[in-house]
C-alpha cells in the first residue's frame, strides 16, 4: 500500500466513524455536534475522490459522485450555521 492509498484510506475510516457517530445519535445532532461531523465527513470524501484519481483509471464517475456530496455537505453546513445565528439574534 503506498502512501497515497493509505491517506485515502484512513480520510474514509474518519468518514465512517462520522457517520457511525451520527446515526448512534438517532440520525439527528445538536448544532455543535453538527458542526463537528460536517468537516469529518468530508474528510472522508476528499479521502474517496484521491482514490478515484490516484488509481490507474481514474474513475471519474465515482469522483464526480464524491464532489456532489461534498459540496452538498458543505452547503448542508452553512445553512445550519445560518439557522442557527437567526435563532441566537432572535434570542437576544
Do not use: H
Not at 455543535?32 to 475522490?49: E, N, T
Not at 482514490?51 to 459540496?71: D, I, K, N, R
Request: charged residues 10%; glycine residues 8%; positive net charge.
Amino acid at each position: 500500500m503506498n502512501s497515497t492509498t493509505a491517506i485515502a484510506w484512513t480520510l474514509m475510516a474518519i468518514q465512517m466513524i462520522a457517520w457511525a457517530w451520527m446515526q448512534r445519535n438517532g440520525g439527528t445532532l445538536p448544532d455543535r455536534k453538527y458542526f463537528i461531523f460536517c468537516p469529518l465527513f468530508m474528510l472522508g470524501q476528499i479521502g474517496a475522490s484521491i482514490e478515484c484519481l490516484a488509481s490507474p483509471s481514474p474513475a471519474w464517475g465515482t469522483f464526480v459522485v464524491q464532489v456532489y456530496f461534498f459540496a452538498w455537505t458543505a452547503y448542508g453546513a452553512l445553512v445550519r450555521y445560518r439557522q442557527r445565528s437567526a435563532r441566537s439574534q432572535g434570542a437576544s
